[in-house]
C-alpha cells in the first residue's frame, strides 16, 4: 500500500509556473506508475499525464503537451509535475495517482490506478 500527498499548488497569473509535487510512503515506490489527473468545478476528472516506472516513458494530455512535465525521483519517492505557461483553464484541483506495474494503454483512465492523493489546489488568474 501506498501514501501520496500532494504539495506546491497556489495561485499564480497567467503565464506563470508552478511545480506540483507527490511524496510518497513505502519502500516500492519504484515499482508503481505514475500519474497526475485534475479536475475543476462543474468538470469531469482528466487526465493529465503519466508516467512509467523507471520515469522512461511519459504521455500527456495534448491540452498540456509542451507546456507540462513529468519526472519522478524514485530515490526520494517523489513524482512532479512543472507546469509552465499556465493558463486559466488550468486551474483545478490536481491529484496523483499510483498503481503497480508497468504502464499500459489504460493510463488515461483514472480507474487504472488505485491509490489517489488529496490533492492540490491549482488556480490560475487572467
Known amino acids: 500500500q501506498v501514501q501520496l500527498v500532494e504539495s506546491g499548488g497556489g495561485l499564480v497569473q497567467a503565464g506563470g509556473s508552478l511545480r506540483l509535487s507527490c511524496a510518497a510512503s513505502?519502500?516500492?515506490?519504484?515499482?508503481?506508475?505514475m500519474g497526475w489527473f485534475r479536475q475543476a468545478p462543474g468538470k469531469e476528472r482528466e487526465f493529465v499525464a503519466a508516467?512509467?516506472?523507471?520515469?522512461?516513458?511519459?504521455y500527456y494530455a495534448d491540452t498540456v503537451k509542451g507546456r507540462f512535465t513529468v519526472s519522478r525521483d524514485n530515490s526520494k519517492n517523489t513524482v512532479y509535475l512543472q507546469m509552465n505557461s499556465l493558463k486559466p483553464e488550468d486551474t483545478a484541483v490536481y491529484r496523483c495517482?499510483?498503481?503497480?506495474?508497468?504502464?499500459?494503454?489504460?493510463?488515461?483512465?483514472?480507474?487504472?490506478?488505485?491509490?489517489w492523493g488529496q490533492g492540490t489546489q491549482v488556480t490560475v488568474s487572467s
Open positions: 513505502g519502500r516500492t515506490f519504484s515499482s508503481y506508475k
Open positions: 508516467i512509467s516506472r523507471n520515469g522512461g516513458v511519459k
Open positions: 495517482a499510483a498503481d503497480p506495474g508497468p504502464l499500459g494503454a489504460g493510463f488515461v483512465r483514472s480507474s487504472t490506478y488505485e491509490y
